[in-house]
């Protein structure tokens, strides 16, 4: 392709995934001009307020095909039909487009989850841990839950087909919308209730991470402990919910690096050839990463030490705490703190600690301006230690050139 390509993304910048999408694209368009192509991208960061007048002005700047991400489906379809003959239009979705969608979009193809695989690998990932119950908990009244209706059945089936009949299994669909159908409103009630009859121990696969940090609270209402009496795994990873929790949520996260290549990969192909037909064309990512924290990934029996060390390391780094901090938390001996952590983890409690202060070094440089003698003690580092050489080792870079990186990733 000899012209420039003029993509226009619109993204939702209300909401992580979408703001995690659009670093990603931008890093693949970032990729491929250094390989020669000759593409610019261009975002717009919509919201719940975006209204047809606001993408008409877009589309006017000059772009070759629009990729949305992140906005109601019915928003997109009202924007789009107010700017007649509009460029071609990448989607990304979670969830199965219809062929009467695919005719309100125009020309489009479409990147959406395969959902089947992601309740698969849930599957795999509890049957790998030894348990023999499981369950799995959704809602209903949001598109999204279509989605999550593919996921507990590619979930349940894949059970079925490892461990056949000698398991217990159950599910339950939450939620409906009020009479008025302007809100949404759950039954804590009964899903504690359901909590309370399931066998333990379990594990429990949550359709969202919003909800599976409600269900790690529901499971705290009932008296069951989180992961010795459940163990719980939720589905994206927005906003924080998940780390926010006690303990943290393990989930399954979309890689938005797959995504972004296989829109990119599609915007081109739209644009190269406007008058060829890629009407009603989908391609499923089930490219994932399992994000492993306290819900799970500690185990049972030797757990619950683990689960205390690691979540107060998470919660008290900053204070340049040491393992006898830690030791002290956990009301044991270092000895079987050692041992314990050890089970769970692979790692002494020195590691995770300097994991802990890496990771928060990381985000502090990519989100803040302080200065890097600043970062490495808002770090919890003491100031004799070997911070710098560590980091260099473990990144392949200095933290000044690793500030630009994200900088370039950010900006």
């Not at 409600?214 to 719980?232: F, L, Y």
């Not at 900053?318 to 079987?336: L, Y």
């Not at 230690?385 to 392949?396: D, I, N, P």
Request: charged share 25%; hydrophobic share 45%; proline share 3%.
């Amino acid at each position: 392709m000899d012209r420039k390509v003029r993509i226009g993304a619109v993204i939702n910048a209300s909401v992580k995934p979408s703001r995690d999408f659009l670093l990603a694209l931008e890093g693949a368009v970032f990729d491929r001009n250094g390989a020669g192509k000759a593409l610019e991208v261009r975002f717009f960061l919509g919201s719940a307020a975006t209204t047809p007048g606001h993408l008409a002005e877009f589309v006017a700047t000059g772009v070759d095909v629009l990729v949305f991400c992140g906005l109601a489906r019915g928003m997109v379809f009202r924007c789009l039909e107010a700017v007649p003959g509009h460029p071609p239009v990448v989607f990304c979705t979670y969830s199965a487009v219809s062929a009467e969608e695919f005719a309100r979009f125009g020309r489009c193809a479409v990147v959406m989850s395969d959902n089947a695989a992601l309740g698969r690998k849930a599957a795999e990932f509890f049957l790998r841990r030894g348990l023999r119950n499981f369950a799995f908990l959704g809602r209903n009244g949001h598109r999204e839950d279509i989605a999550g209706v593919i996921r507990e059945r590619a979930f349940r089936e894949r059970l079925l087909e490892v461990a056949g009949g000698g398991i217990g299994y159950s599910s339950l669909m939450i939620g409906s919308f009020a009479g008025n159908e302007d809100y949404w409103e759950t039954d804590r009630e009964g899903t504690v209730r359901w909590l309370r009859s399931l066998p333990v121990p379990c594990g429990l696969f949550v359709n969202g991470d919003h909800l599976a940090f409600q269900a790690a609270d529901n499971c705290r209402r009932a008296g069951i402990a989180v992961p010795e009496g459940v163990e719980i795994l939720g589905m994206d990873h927005r906003d924080g919910f998940c780390e926010r929790a006690i303990p943290a949520i393990s989930s399954l996260d979309l890689s938005p690096e797959a995504i972004a290549e296989r829109a990119l990969d599609l915007a081109l192909e739209l644009a190269e050839d406007p008058a060829a037909g890629l009407d009603r064309r989908t391609v499923e990512v089930d490219t994932c990463a399992l994000l492993e924290r306290g819900s799970t990934s500690l185990g049972r029996g030797y757990g619950q030490v683990a689960v205390k060390a690691r979540e107060f390391i998470r919660l008290n780094v900053a204070r340049g705490i040491t393992v006898a901090d830690v030791v002290a938390a956990a009301g044991v001996s270092r000895r079987t703190l050692e041992l314990r952590v050890k089970e769970a983890t692979g790692k002494s409690v020195r590691d995770l600690i300097i994991d802990s202060r890496m990771e928060r070094i990381c985000r502090l440089l990519a989100t803040t301006e302080l200065p890097i003698g600043q970062v490495v003690e808002a770090a919890g580092c003491p100031a004799s230690s070997s911070v710098h050489a560590l980091f260099k080792k473990r990144y392949g870079v200095p933290m000044g050139q690793y500030r630009k990186a994200a900088g370039r990733r950010n900006g």
